[in-house]
């Protein structure tokens, strides 16, 4: 097993095996660049190229990581990737003595985590959200229209996906205010005007986009896992009765477009290589653009924790996993691309809500409490239905490897009352 010489435990998120990126920011002063996470660490990557030790690969002299986003370096493909985070890992190994013995070049390329300002890493141009878990529109299904009609008949021919918005992603930590809207409850005869009365959360992932295609080409199935740079944790925050009154015949907008969160952290595809697995059995089979080669997901633990302003400490709620998701990344990719829509670099793509089988793998609130009919109940004796002003949501995952652990970090936020 890969060692660095940087004291990592086996339960830290960020071990040799891992090296995901993200830009950063000093607390000390300084402009913004990228680094990857070693332990409690940031391997600070412009001082590493600055030092010249990127020379053997195509992205020394170019000043990529002396940016304020990872956009430039994720435009450049896998084959740029994988030199530049084998050259890390070179770096970081315990038996290298480059970094770990020169002192001056170790203290100015090596900051503690806590001495750092985590910024948004990519500068997102477009945002697409999809739903892609089987359980969780099984659930919704029968909330709204009843087992015999839950999934929709074009739910398991394709990756049913929206159109979301940028510019409201924002970096775990930001506090996310309680969206207004119009509502109709169901014993009013029109419809009203105020803050959402039913906020939920969405447990999910998203993956970002390298290199992306030109207008009117598409991606093949084959070869979509190309374009994916990495992995981020997402909540996409939902207000379940403006949507339920405004989705009809466009689906989502303000019950969306207020707020999604999302991990400071970005995996790296190739490290989740070991956790590759398959997904669900896909019945009917897919159309031919849809058909997997091969295992297409990953397994990746998931959990949802939740903290009212009277609690002292967070209490899990849900317990899921990225392998339940039906529809595969390179599924939704290919899907989206198939008539022709040009991807570009940064732009995010997400899962939808993750829901297991069981209950608590739900991956939001309204499936754990049943849109109200089953309130959850917390362990200091508060029930939720719905979120409320001062709850915090945190979302962690990672895969499991022999003595190490792939992480993601967290995604957290917590709600504010609606603007007056």
């Not at 339960?11 to 607390?27: D, K």
């Not at 890390?88 to 985590?113: G, W």
Request: include cysteine.
């Amino acid at each position: 097993m890969k060692r660095s010489f940087i004291e990592v435990g086996s339960e830290s998120h960020f071990p040799i095996q891992n090296l995901p990126y993200g830009v950063f920011r000093p607390r000390s002063g300084g402009t913004p660049r990228i680094g990857v996470a070693i332990g409690d660490f940031v391997l600070d990557l412009a001082v590493v190229d600055d030092a010249g030790h990127f020379s053997g690969t195509a992205v020394a002299g170019k000043g990529v990581f002396h940016q304020s986003s990872l956009n430039a370096f994720m435009a450049l493909g896998r084959t740029i990737w994988r030199d530049v985070r084998a050259q890390i890992q070179h770096l970081l190994s315990e038996d290298e003595p480059t970094l770990r013995d020169i002192t001056t070049l170790r203290n100015a390329a090596l900051l503690h985590q806590s001495d750092v300002e985590l910024l948004l890493p990519v500068q997102i141009g477009d945002y697409t959200d999809f739903y892609a878990s089987k359980e969780h529109a099984t659930n919704v299904g029968i909330m709204f229209r009843g087992k015999e009609n839950a999934l929709m008949p074009n739910w398991t021919h394709l990756p049913v996906g929206y159109h979301g918005r940028a510019s409201s992603i924002v970096l775990s930590g930001t506090d996310v205010r309680r969206p207004q809207g119009q509502m109709k409850p169901a014993d009013a005869t029109a419809p009203l005007f105020g803050p959402c009365r039913q906020l939920d959360f969405e447990l999910e992932m998203g993956w970002l986009i390298g290199p992306g295609n030109k207008l009117g080409q598409p991606i093949s199935v084959e070869h979509a896992e190309e374009h994916i740079f990495g992995l981020v944790l997402v909540n996409d925050w939902s207000a379940r009765d403006i949507q339920a009154w405004e989705y009809q015949p466009l689906g989502p907008f303000l019950a969306k477009n207020f707020t999604t969160s999302m991990s400071p952290w970005v995996i790296p595809l190739e490290a989740l290589e070991p956790f590759r697995t398959d997904g669900p059995k896909q019945d009917p089979e897919p159309l031919p653009y849809l058909r997997m080669p091969g295992a297409g997901t990953f397994d990746i633990h998931l959990e949802v924790y939740l903290q009212g302003e009277g609690m002292e400490m967070a209490q899990r709620i849900s317990a899921s996993n990225f392998r339940y998701l039906y529809w595969s990344m390179a599924q939704q990719i290919a899907h989206h691309t198939v008539g022709g829509c040009n991807l570009r670099p940064g732009d995010l793509l997400a899962s939808g809500t993750i829901s297991g089988s069981e209950k608590e793998t739900r991956g939001s609130l309204m499936e754990l409490a049943w849109r109200g009919a089953e309130p959850l109940h917390l362990e200091n004796g508060e029930q939720r239905v719905w979120l409320e002003d001062g709850d915090q949501v945190t979302m962690t995952g990672w895969c499991q490897g022999e003595g190490y652990r792939i992480g993601f970090g967290e995604v957290t936020g917590r709600v504010l009352p609606a603007f007056e």
